[in-house]
């Protein structure tokens, strides 16, 4: 464009050459009258500068309505997988993993409730026992899972709330790693004597431990185990002085009771009904803020003038963390149905298990105080697992 003047553009549409416009000379008038006949105008500059700010000012508000509907692309596209994946959940068997071996409470538990769950689902839920590290390969396996609703645990007190204190290493964080689901049910741990113990009652065994500091013995099914910490918090709420005894699992240990090597024990419910109704063992206390349901009668350590005594065994459905609240929400949904179905509750009853069915809120709310709780046990304890 080097032959046309300074201050002059080429610009579609009619030529004008307005007569007094200083910049239109006679000698450019045959230019323009070229120009026009192309469909080519020379602009002053005046409505040059006129037409660029015009049009950069559209360029801006294009450009500003181009972020703003690009955002909101964005986000319409974040929003549908997981609206989409929920439509479509589940779409293939779901995995859910249990910490411990086949036929104990968890394992049963699990089982109740995952048949059920299949049945409202449309899919099969395979369980998948992962014994090993009280429950923390389960946990790592799961934490470490797509988090697609396709792979979840059946979570406890010892997984979720216990572990991370007891153990010098945990590849997993109980908080941050799960979504909580709803927690399925507790099951109270039984206060029991040998019938030679001179105690009929806690108040009795109580004031029989203060005489005799270090003199009873309470058996557990291992070192930071739900009987071990029962019996570790009853020694710091009580203040006696009785010595814990470690056993390779709870069936061992029960038996060294009932045989009275050991005096004293915090035992499930379900695994020891059977021997206080054949007055093997005798019952003084449930360990719940409850009464449980399978034996109404038994007060609790509460009742019994120890306020707030609370150690509870507790199992409830996590998922890893990232999977879908939608998905989330199918899954609590499903649980809260199996839990009011009568035939489960039958059977988790007859288990030794008070049902529960909480909200996710409400179980990751009972999490997070059962943790501060347990840990500072553990630390009075001197309870560590390499």
């Known amino acids: ?150 792979t979840l645990l059946m979570g406890n007190n010892s997984i979720l709330a216990t572990n991370a204190a007891l153990y010098k290493k945990i590849n997993f964080d109980p908080e941050k790693d799960f979504i909580p689901i709803s927690m399925v049910g507790t099951q109270a741990n039984i206060l029991v004597v040998n019938p030679s113990v001179p105690a009929n009652s806690m108040a009795e065994l109580i004031a029989l431990a203060k005489a005799s500091p270090g003199k009873l013995n309470f058996a557990s099914s291992g070192h930071g185990a739900a009987a071990h910490l029962s019996g570790e918090l009853f020694k710091s709420e009580a203040k006696v002085d009785i010595v814990h005894v470690a056993y390779k699992g709870a069936a061992p240990a029960l038996q060294d009771v009932i045989a009275g090597h050991v005096q004293m024990m915090f035992a499930t419910a379900a695994s020891v009904v059977g021997h206080i109704k054949s007055e093997k063992v005798r019952a003084l206390a449930v360990t719940t803020p409850k009464r449980t349901a399978v034996l109404p009668e038994l007060a609790t350590v509460d009742e019994l003038g120890i306020k707030g005594f609370d150690a509870t065994t507790w199992h409830g459905l996590v998922a890893p963390a990232g999977t879908p609240r939608e998905i989330i929400a199918i899954l609590h949904d499903a649980t809260v149905k199996t839990l009011n179905d009568p035939a489960v509750r039958k059977q988790l009853t007859e288990l030794g298990v008070d049902i529960v069915g909480s909200s996710p809120t409400e179980f990751e709310a009972y999490i997070k105080a059962e943790i501060p709780k347990w840990t500072a046990v553990v630390k009075t304890s001197g309870a560590r697992v390499e």
Request: proline share 9%; no cysteine; net charge positive.
């Open 1 to 150: 464009m080097a032959g046309f003047p300074l201050g002059f553009r080429i610009s579609p549409g009619r030529a004008q050459n307005e007569p007094g416009d200083g910049l239109y000379s006679h000698k450019q008038r045959p230019l323009t009258r070229f120009l026009a006949s192309l469909g080519t105008t020379l602009l002053p500059q005046g409505e040059r500068v006129r037409r660029k700010n015009t049009a950069n000012l559209e360029s801006n508000v294009l450009r500003k309505f181009s972020i703003h509907l690009a955002s909101i692309a964005a986000l319409l596209l974040t929003l549908v997988p997981a609206q989409v994946q929920a439509q479509a959940y589940p779409n293939k068997p779901v995995t859910l993993v249990v910490a411990f071996t086949p036929g104990g409470p968890s394992d049963v538990l699990s089982r109740i409730v995952g048949k059920k769950l299949q049945e409202l689902l449309g899919q099969p839920f395979i369980i998948e026992n992962r014994p090993g590290a009280g429950g923390n390969i389960a946990a790592e396996q799961v934490a470490r899972a797509a988090p697609d609703g396709h």
